[in-house]
């Protein structure tokens, strides 16, 4: 067990609505994902973040923000949500060594926007 | 787009048999890391291969690779059923952050007993 928590686990809400997921994590890790997971798509990188307050865009940052205040917490905000945001999204965080970082994984949260 | 594609898309094998799947990426690399998923469940990380390896062996786990065809391939001996589950292969980027992890579509692996 990494110590990852994702909540909510589930959430349905409606076109237009912002949408906050969290992921918090009790190793005290520098590096922190967020990704989404599509059948077709498999996982594709929303944004990262390689410490307090520094975040990075990934691959389909569009349409998501990211904060981190705190080591521990990595928060993912729809900021309207769309149909299109249907997914099952995963906070990951990376642990370290050298050149190499390999990533544990949060056991998801199901969005469904309606 | 995606750093990493593994191929077959699915693969449905008896058990015992041995499963192949693969994986192409586009930019230089520092490691390539392959990940299992269970059903429903988050990724596990399986193996870690470094750029200037070729091959690594953990268990049942074989992995190459090769970085003049940026390609690497994960074979699974002597299959199992609890070994179906999808895998992704995980690339970084060496020309820029070790960190930032991106992933492939995955392989479904289907072992019937």
């Known amino acids: 067990d990494a110590g990852i928590t994702q909540s909510p686990r589930h959430k349905v809400t409606e076109t237009g609505t912002p949408v906050t997921l969290r992921c918090h994590q009790t190793?005290?890790?520098?590096?922190m994902y967020w990704y989404r997971q599509d059948p077709g798509h498999g996982l594709r990188l929303i944004h990262y973040s390689y410490g307090v307050k520094d975040t990075d865009k990934g691959e389909v940052s569009d349409g998501y923000s990211v904060s981190r205040s705190k080591t521990e917490d990595f928060l993912l905000t729809l900021e309207s949500a769309t149909s299109s945001q249907t997914s099952v999204y995963f906070c990951?965080?990376?642990?370290?060594?050298?050149?190499?970082?390999?990533?544990?994984f949060g056991q998801g949260t199901r969005l469904t926007v309606v | 787009s995606q750093q990493g594609e593994e191929d077959p898309q699915a693969l449905s094998i008896q058990e015992g048999e041995n499963a192949t799947m693969n994986c192409s990426y586009k930019t230089s690399i520092n490691n390539l890391q392959w990940y299992r998923q269970n059903s429903g469940r988050g990724l596990v990380h399986l193996i870690l291969?470094?750029?200037?390896?070729r091959e690594k062996h953990s268990g049942r786990l074989r992995v190459t690779l090769d970085t003049s065809k940026k390609s690497s391939s994960l074979l699974i001996t002597a299959s199992r059923a609890a070994d179906t589950a999808s895998y992704f292969c995980?690339?970084?980027?060496?020309?820029?952050?070790?960190?930032?992890?991106?992933f492939g579509k995955g392989t479904l692996l289907t072992v019937n007993p």
């Open positions: 995980a690339t970084d980027d060496s020309g820029g952050s070790n960190y930032k992890l991106t």
């Open positions: 990951a965080i990376g642990r370290g060594r050298g050149l190499s970082t390999e990533a544990f």
């Open positions: 291969i470094r750029s200037n390896e």
């Open positions: 190793e005290n890790h520098r590096y």
